[in-house]
């Protein structure tokens, strides 16, 4: 099983940034996806999921209404992006894979991405 994030990057309070996690070796449509950050000296914390088939998702309360998650089941591919990015979203986002179909617990997840640094600075 591999993730492999892309798409971080420095930008600018108010910007916008669309991260990708490019999977394999698994079943990809199978699984419910995640994204998660850490910022220095903090704990990670849930950011986004969605279960299998995209119909369903859920978001921190701290990201809804900026933050959408997404995939493409044909190109084995989560995403997310973010909007209205505030310097309190400057973090390493990682993407994971659920062990579900379906969203269960935020904390839940089995395989995980290196990450992507996100830095939002005026």
């Known amino acids: 099983v591999q993730l492999v994030e892309s798409g971080g990057g420095l930008v600018q309070p108010g910007e916008s940034l669309r991260l990708s996690c490019a999977t394999s070796g698994f079943t990809f449509g199978s699984y419910a996806m995640g994204w998660f950050r850490q910022a220095p000296n903090k704990e990670r914390e849930f950011v986004a999921a969605?279960?299998?088939?995209?119909?369903?998702?859920d978001y921190a309360d701290s990201v809804k209404g900026r933050f959408t998650i997404s995939r493409d089941n044909a190109k084995n591919t989560v995403y997310l992006q973010m909007n209205s990015l505030k310097p309190e979203d400057t973090a390493v986002y990682s993407c994971?894979?659920?062990?579900?179909?379906?969203?269960?617990?935020?904390?839940?997840?089995?395989?995980w991405g290196q990450g992507t640094q996100v830095t939002v600075s005026s």
């Open positions: 994971a894979r659920s062990p579900y179909t379906t969203l269960t617990s935020r904390q839940n997840y089995d395989y």
């Open positions: 969605i279960s299998w088939t995209g119909y369903n998702t």
